[in-house]
């Protein structure tokens, strides 16, 4: 079992940025797809971005379209989310998760998902 711990989290302005980073436990990290998921209050969790194993394909969720990057260190068992342009429909509690199933794509799809880390929370102010 791979164990996650996001970091990275804070008070940010509208129009600034963020770096969140998520570190996995196992040498097996850089055979999982990865995802980063949020979820604001009183919400359900919702999909933001992910990334194949190799780092050749990336996904995101159009509410945060070229204004998110998503990105991996494989030999720092490390997945990033860069966050530029915020707005404070973004403010919630992001969380990554590891996907061990070899689907040739990143899943989109919060239930594929069968590792997650504790989450790290984004407020960002108007």
Not at 4 to 20: H, I, K, N, P, T
Request: with cysteine; hydrophobic share 35%; proline share 2%.
């Amino acid at each position: 079992q791979v164990q996650l711990v996001e970091s990275g989290g804070g008070l940010v302005q509208a129009g600034g940025s963020l770096r969140l980073a998520c570190v996995g436990s196992l040498g097996t990290f850089s055979t999982y797809a990865m995802g980063w998921f949020r979820q604001a209050p009183g919400k359900e969790r919702e999909f933001v971005a992910a990334i194949t194993w190799g780092g050749g394909g990336t996904y995101y969720a159009d509410a945060v379209k070229e204004r998110f990057t998503i990105s991996r260190d494989n030999n720092k068992r490390t997945v990033y989310l860069q966050m530029n342009s915020v707005k404070p429909g973004d403010t919630a509690d992001y969380y990554c998760a590891a996907d061990p199933t070899y689907r040739g794509v990143a899943s989109t799809l919060l239930d594929d998902y069968a590792y997650w880390g504790q989450g790290t929370q984004v407020t960002v102010s108007s």
